[in-house]
């Protein structure tokens, strides 16, 4: 359990049928929901437009032995997000939005990825 005055740290990603990945420091969560645009008016008030932001999840998966760009490539997946304060999140009907680079230099895959709707657990 995590101590009272702890914030996030590390996060814990698992990927469907693939499971619990490797991942480096740093992964980052948009749950999505309402993304609000200021309009500024001539009588000097703010008004906002509304729209839709989709959930959004990026991290950086270490290449390790039986990992690979095609198998992190895919949709239809039930991911969770842990993170090490106990706040877990699920990304329902998940997917990558773009392909997914191997970058040699650094040892990992650049993993992108949004979904139909994301829920605290």
């Known amino acids: 359990m995590a101590a009272s005055n702890q914030v996030v740290g590390r996060a814990t990603i698992s990927l469907g ?5 490797p991942t480096e420091h740093g ?3 948009n749950p999505g ?17 509304a729209e839709t932001a989709s ?3 990026s991290c950086k998966v270490m290449a390790t032995v039986g990992m690979n760009s095609l198998l992190l490539n895919f949709e239809g997946a039930t991911v969770v997000f842990e993170a090490d304060t106990g706040q877990k999140y699920m990304l329902i009907n998940a997917f ?4 997914v680079p191997l970058d040699t230099s650094a040892g990992t895959y650049d993993l ?3 979904a139909e709707s994301c829920e605290v657990m």
Request: proline share 9%; net charge positive.
């Open 27 to 29: 992964a980052t969560l």
């Open 55 to 57: 959930p959004e999840l």
């Open 33 to 49: 929901g309402v993304k609000r645009n200021p309009k500024a008016s001539d009588n000097g008030r703010t008004y906002f437009s």
């Open 112 to 114: 992108k990825l949004s």
């Open 96 to 99: 990558t939005t773009d392909p």
């Open 17 to 21: 049928a693939i499971g619990v990945v």
